[in-house]
C-alpha cells in the first residue's frame, strides 16, 4: 500500500488505514509505525482490550460446552474465547467512570470521545489501542461506539445522572473533513460491518456536495473478510461492486483476501515490517483534535 | 414465536420482534398485523425502501458485469441488484428536506427521528416501512442510522447550516427503558449485526443496574443468518453462546436459521399468517412517542 | 428446466436431471413424475434411505452435545441429526447381503449395480430412491459409491469370500454414451462433489474424441448450494466459469441458488409441480439396462 | 502430530498423513521427509500437478472475465486461475497414454495404478506428487480417481480399445489392510470430499468384522476446510461429530483449521519443518506394492 502511493509520488497525504476487530499488539504496532494514519473501529475492538490492559484475560477454550453452566459461573464465551463476567463489567465500570468526567452539555464524535479517553489511559500508562493511537496522534472513528461495553457504560453514567451526547451526525462531518484534505486514499479493512460502509460512503459524499466532477473514490484498498459476495450485503462485497458506485477507483489496485483476520492480519504486518523501512511522512492530524 | 408466548399465559407483552435487512413488503405486512412490537433496523433496510417508494425501481442484473462501465452510467450495483444513482440521490435529498425541518437545539434518538418522519411520510401518503411503523405505533430504532443515506442526508443539511443532534446515548436508553417495561421478551433476528448485538446488548444492562437478580434474557429467539459461528463474531454466533452472557434464556426456545432472509423470511412470514389469526393484545408503545 | 427445453422445440431430449444429497420423498416425487431422467448420486444419499425404508429411523437432537456419550450409546451424529448405529448397521449388512448374490466375474458399473440392486428392492416392496428409479426406467450413477455405507458393505461380501469388482471407467463410459444419444441437456445440482464434476466432464468428453467441432456443452443448468465460488473448488464454481471449460453452455440459461438444500429442493419441486402438468415425453435408457 | 504420537511410546506407527487438494511444492517436501506416510488425494491434485511437470503453466487472472471469450481461445479457468486446454489435453493424453500400457485382464486399485505410474513418472525423470510419492515409498489412494482427467483419459483409451478395469472395492480393501497393520493413526484433512470420508470410514470398517471391542479410531486430527458444520455434510463436520461415530478417539487431540489450504498448508508445514528435525522411524508400506 504505502509502497504504490510513493510510487504514485504523491506528497501530501497516502495510506489512510482504517480498521474494526481484534488484534491488539498487531494493531498497536502498525499504529505505533504510523502504517495506520485513521482507525475507524468497531466498539468491541477498542473496549475489548481496555479489559486486558486493566488487568483481565481471555481464555481459550472449547465451543462444544454447555453454556447454562458457564452462565452459572458468569463466564462470557465468544465461540471458544472465555472471559469473566466481573472483569468485563469492570472495564465498563472504568469506562462509565471516564465518561462521568465529561460535559454534559457537549455533543460528542466518537473520534472526539476516543482522543479524551485516549489521554486518560495515556496519563494511567494504560497501554491499548486508543492510548496508543492518542500518542500516535491516529484519530479513531467509532460510528457504532454504542453497540459495545461503551454504549452499556455511558448509560449506566446516565441512570446515575450524568447524560453524555454522542453525535453520530458529528462523526459522519468529521471523516468527510479528513477526506477533504488529502489528496488520495487507501483503505484496508478487517472485517466488514459499519466500519467498512462508514469509511467506503465517505468517498461519496463529496460528490453530492460538490458534483460528479469531484469523484474521488479510494484509490487502493485491501478486504481481509470471512464473508462472501453472494448475499449482497455490503460486509462481502467486491471492490468491483464499490467502483460502480464511486467508492473505489476503477485504475487503483485491490486484494481481496477471503481468510480469518486472526490469520491474515499477522502475516500482513509482518510482511509490511520486512518490506517498509520507514515512511516518508505521514499526514498530521491534530488539527482533528483542536475542533469541538 | 406468538403461539409459545401466550401460551405462557402472560399478558403483558410477548412478541417484540426485532429486525433488519430488506423485504418491504414482508414487513409491512408484519408490522400492520402487529406480528412486529418493536424493529431494530439498519439504515439500508428504512432508506432503501424509501428510493422505492417515492418512485425509484431496483433492476436485476448479473453480477458479472463491468464496473467501470456502469460507473459512466451512473448505475449502482448490490450484487445482482443494480439501482440509478439519480434515483439514489433523489432519496437522499428527499431526507436531507425533511432533515431541515428538524430543531437543531435538541438530541433526537433514531426512534425519535423515525418516528417524526414517519409521520411527514404518512401525511405525505408514502407507504413504505417507516410510515407502515409509524401508523401502527410500531416504535423503529436504528442504531447505526448514520451509517446509510440517513448519514449523508444529514450532513447534506449540516453542511447546508442546519445541523441535527443524533444522540447514540439515547437509543440505549430508550430501548433499556423498553425491556424495563415488559415482563418477556422475543427476538427474531434478520441478519445479524449493529442491531443484533444492540437487541442482545439490552438484556444484560438491567442486570448491571439491577444486580444479578434481576436477569432478564430474552425467552424466545429465531435467527436467518448466512454467517457461521466460528468466525466467533456477534452476527454468527450461537444462541447458545448467548445463554453464557444472560443474554438468551436457556429455559426459552430458539432456533436458528442458516438461510438468506430473502428465502426464509417470506416462508416464516407465511406460515405466522397461516397459524396465528390475530394476537389478542399487544403492548401499548405510545408512551415512548412522548418521550422527548 | 423443462419449460425451457420444450420452448427450444426439442423434441428428442431435455432435462437430464442429475442429483446427489438427500431429501428421498421429494426424490422419489420427481422421480415417479419423471421430471429426472438420469441420477447422479452420493453413496450416502441412497444407502441412508434405505436405513429408512427397511424400518430404521433418523432424530432430531442438538448439535451441542457430549459425543462421548453419544459413542456410548451407540448413536450416530450427523450435526443435528442422530441415528441409532445398530440400524445403520443393518442397513449396511442389508447392501452386503444383497452384493453376496452378484457375479464375481464380472465388472460392475455403479449404475448396472444399482439397476439390480432397485429391482431385488422393487421385488421385496421396499420404497427407496433406488426402486422408485428401477421402476421407472431412470439410471442411477454413484462414481464415488464405495465412499459410504456401500464401500462399507462390499468390503464385508469380500472378507467373507464374496469379490464384487466394481469398475470406475464403467461408469464414465457409461455415463457418456448417455450423452452421445442426446441432442440437449438440461443439469441440476443439488449440492456439488463427485457428483457435479462427475456430470460436468461427460459434456468436455466428446470434444476429446471428435474434435472442438462437437462441442457440447449443458444448455440448461441450475445449482443448490451452500459452497462459495472464491474458494476456487469444483464444488462452489459458478456457471460462467464451466462457460470456459465448454462445460455449460453460454447460450443457455443458468441459475445458481445459495442455500440449503433442504429448503431450496421442496420448493423447486412444489413450483415444478404447479406448473408443468406432465411431461409429454421423455427419454428412453431402457437400452443401458440391457448393457453388460 | 508426530511429537505427540512419540510421546505415547509408539514403535509401529504414527503419522498416517492423509491428503487432497493441491499445493504441489509442499506436498512433495512433506512426502520427502516424510511427514505423510500415505496419502489420500483427489484426481484433480494428482493430475493438475502433472500438466506442469510435463511442462505446462498455470495463470494467474481476474475472476471477473468474459468467460465465452475465454472458451473462444480456449482458456480454461478456475476461479482466477487459468490454464491453457491445449495443455489440460496434454496431460489427459500423457495419462492415457500409459493406461494403453496397462493390463486389460486385471482389477486395479488406484492405489496400485498410481504405483505403477509414479514408477513411469519417475523413470522419465518427472517429478510431480506421484513420482515423489513412489520413490519415497508413500502410497496414494484416490478413490474417486475417475472424477477428474483420469477418468476421461482412461476413458480415450477404452473407446481405443485398451480398457483398464479400476475397482473401487479394492480401493477399501487395501486402505483397510494398511489400517489392520498399524497400532495408531493421526489424519490431517486438506479439504473435505471424498478423500476425508474414505479415511474416516477405515477406522469403523475394523468394528464391523470384529466387533465393538475392537473399536480403533484415528488418535489425532487436523482439519483444514473452508466448509462449516452447519450444513451437515461430511466435509465440514466437526471431530467432535466423528466422535459418536466411533471415527475419531475422544481421548486424542484434534484442531479444526477454518481457512483456504492454500494459506493454511504452507504455515503448517514451515512450522513442522522448525519443530521437527526428523522422525525417528516411519511405517513400511512396500509390501503394499507387492500387492496384486
Redesign the interface.
Known amino acids: 500500500l504505502e509502497t504504490d502511493a510513493k510510487r504514485e509520488g504523491s506528497d501530501h497525504l497516502y495510506g489512510l488505514l482504517w480498521f474494526n476487530e481484534h488484534n491488539r499488539n498487531v494493531e498497536d504496532h502498525l499504529i505505533e509505525n504510523r502504517f495506520i494514519d485513521v482507525l475507524v473501529s468497531t466498539g468491541?475492538n477498542i473496549s475489548e482490550d481496555i479489559l486486558e490492559a486493566i488487568g483481565g484475560t481471555y481464555w481459550q477454550g472449547s465451543?462444544?460446552v454447555?453454556?447454562?453452566e458457564?452462565?452459572k459461573h458468569?463466564?462470557?464465551?465468544?465461540?471458544?474465547?472465555y472471559v469473566d463476567?466481573m472483569e468485563y463489567?469492570r472495564m465498563?465500570n472504568f469506562i462509565s467512570d471516564f465518561a462521568r468526567g465529561l460535559k454534559q452539555n457537549h455533543?460528542y464524535s466518537s473520534r472526539e470521545f476516543l482522543h479524551l479517553l485516549g489521554k486518560h489511559l495515556s496519563e494511567m500508562k494504560i497501554k491499548c489501542i486508543v492510548s496508543t493511537a492518542y500518542e500516535n496522534n491516529v484519530p479513531i472513528f467509532c460510528?457504532?461506539?454504542?453497540?459495545?461495553g461503551y454504549?452499556?457504560a455511558?448509560?449506566?453514567a446516565?441512570?446515575q445522572g450524568h447524560?453524555?451526547?454522542?453525535?453520530?451526525?458529528k462523526?459522519?462531518?468529521e471523516s468527510?473533513r479528513v477526506a477533504e484534505r488529502v489528496k488520495q486514499t487507501g483503505v484496508i479493512y478487517i472485517?466488514g460491518?459499519?466500519p467498512k460502509?462508514?469509511t467506503q460512503?465517505v468517498a461519496?459524499?463529496l460528490t453530492?456536495?460538490e458534483g460528479?466532477h469531484n469523484l474521488t473514490p479510494h484509490k487502493y484498498a485491501v478486504q481481509i473478510t470471512?464473508?462472501?459476495?453472494?448475499?449482497?450485503?455490503?460486509?462481502g462485497?467486491?471492490f468491483?461492486?464499490?467502483?460502480?458506485?464511486?467508492k473505489i477507483s476503477?485504475n487503483g489496485r485491490h486484494v481481496?483476501c477471503?481468510?480469518?483476520a486472526t490469520?491474515?492480519l499477522p502475516?500482513l504486518a509482518h510482511a509490511l515490517d520486512e518490506s517498509v523501512s520507514n515512511r516518508r511522512n505521514h499526514p498530521d492530524f491534530t488539527w482533528l483534535s483542536n475542533t469541538k
Open positions: 468491541a465451543p462444544q454447555d453454556d447454562a458457564l452462565l458468569r463466564i462470557d464465551r465468544f465461540y471458544d474465547v463476567e463489567r465498563e455533543a460510528p457504532a461506539i454504542c453497540d459495545s454504549g452499556i455511558m448509560l449506566l446516565k441512570r447524560s453524555v451526547n454522542m453525535d453520530r451526525i462523526d459522519v462531518d468527510t472485517g460491518g459499519v460502509n462508514f460512503q461519496v459524499i453530492l456536495e460528479d470471512t464473508d462472501s459476495p453472494q448475499w449482497g450485503g455490503l460486509s462485497c467486491t468491483e461492486e464499490a467502483v460502480s458506485w464511486g476503477p481481496q477471503y481468510c480469518d490469520i491474515a502475516i
